[in-house]
Every structure is written in structure tokens, then in C-alpha cells.
């Protein structure tokens, strides 16, 4: 994801309290990692902005801790479209050709990304790893974010239909 806008960072949006929602927050689902046992992981609404939030066990500091990650919603469209129709259909059926993993696009001025991985979350598991490119990691506080998605949870747990649903609401003024 080479660009020159790579290296402007956007300020943090802040991390959320999912007990304390301000007023422009909202839990739109709850995900559930089956190989992170011990994670509890939302995707929220904040402002005009989709956010993947993560609670998990630290076993350095033996603390329960939290992160984020943090996209544009006006990028959500484009990365139900890119795994959908850019990743799962054959090139015949005008999906990407099998040579291209990888694909970007700016949305408000933040570059997300979205990568084809061999080895999402777990050895062996494929999926895909969506980035931000203009936002630093809550925890090593280094760009990108990223959000490790597996294909299973997308196609058959139906979370790509869920995350249409929350587009199509989103789109209706309903969140």
C-alpha cells in the first residue's frame, strides 16, 4: 500500500467503553474468533466511523487490556464489494485477476487496504486483512490498524451478510 498519504496519521479516535457508549457510539455486533477463546471483540459505530474493539488478556502484564481499530464507514461498501466480488469470483465473472492479493482505495482521506492472507489469525486459515494505513495501532503504536478477518467467519458464519445489513442501515440513516 505505497502512497504518499500513507505517512499522514490521523489522531486517535479514542478508545471506546462499550459499558459507557457516548452518544455518537453504537454496538452493531458482536464477533466471535473461535482460536481467541479468551477475547471479547465488537464491531461498533463511532461518529462516522466503523470499529473493530478487542478486549484480551495480556499474559506479560497479566492484565485484561483493549485495542481498536478504527475505518471510515464510507469504506465499508467498497470492502464488501472487494472481498465479495473483487476476491470470490473468478475473473470470468469479473472478479480480480488470481494474481492480484492485494487492493487499495482512499475514503476521507485514509488509505484502507484490504490483503488476501494465507495465514489469517491462524496457520492455515485463509482470509483477509483489512488496513488503514493513516492510523497507528492503539498497542504498538505504529501505523497500519489491521483487522484479520478469516474467510470461515465472512462465507459460512454469514458475517459478509451482516456486514451488508449494517451498510444497508447505515445507507438508511438507521445508525
Known amino acids: 500500500m505505497s502512497n504518499s498519504n500513507q505517512r499522514l496519521i490521523k489522531p486517535p479516535l479514542g478508545l471506546i467503553d462499550p459499558d459507557h457508549l457516548k452518544p455518537d457510539e453504537q454496538v452493531l ?24 474493539w478487542n478486549s484480551f488478556f495480556d499474559p506479560f502484564d497479566k492484565v485484561y487490556d483493549v485495542t481498536q481499530e478504527e475505518f471510515p464507514f464510507a469504506a465499508l461498501h467498497w470492502m464488501i464489494d472487494r472481498i465479495e466480488n473483487g476476491f470470490w469470483k473468478k475473473p470470468t465473472d469479473g472478479g480480480l485477476p488470481n494474481t492480484e492479493r492485494r487492493v487499495s482505495k482512499l475514503f476521507d482521506d485514509e488509505l484502507i487496504g484490504i490483503n488476501v492472507a494465507m495465514h489469517c489469525c491462524a496457520e492455515n486459515l485463509p482470509g483477509y486483512i483489512i488496513r488503514n494505513a493513516n492510523r497507528k495501532s492503539y498497542i504498538t503504536d505504529t501505523p497500519p ?14 458475517f459478509l451478510d451482516r456486514l451488508k445489513d449494517i ?3 447505515h445507507e438508511a440513516g438507521q445508525l
Open 29 to 52: 455486533v458482536k464477533l466471535n474468533y473461535e482460536m481467541f477463546p479468551d477475547r471479547k471483540t465488537l464491531l461498533l459505530k463511532k461518529g462516522s466511523f466503523l470499529v473493530k
Open 145 to 158: 490498524q489491521e483487522w484479520h478477518l478469516p474467510r470461515y467467519m465472512l462465507r459460512e458464519e454469514g
Open 167 to 169: 451498510w444497508r442501515r
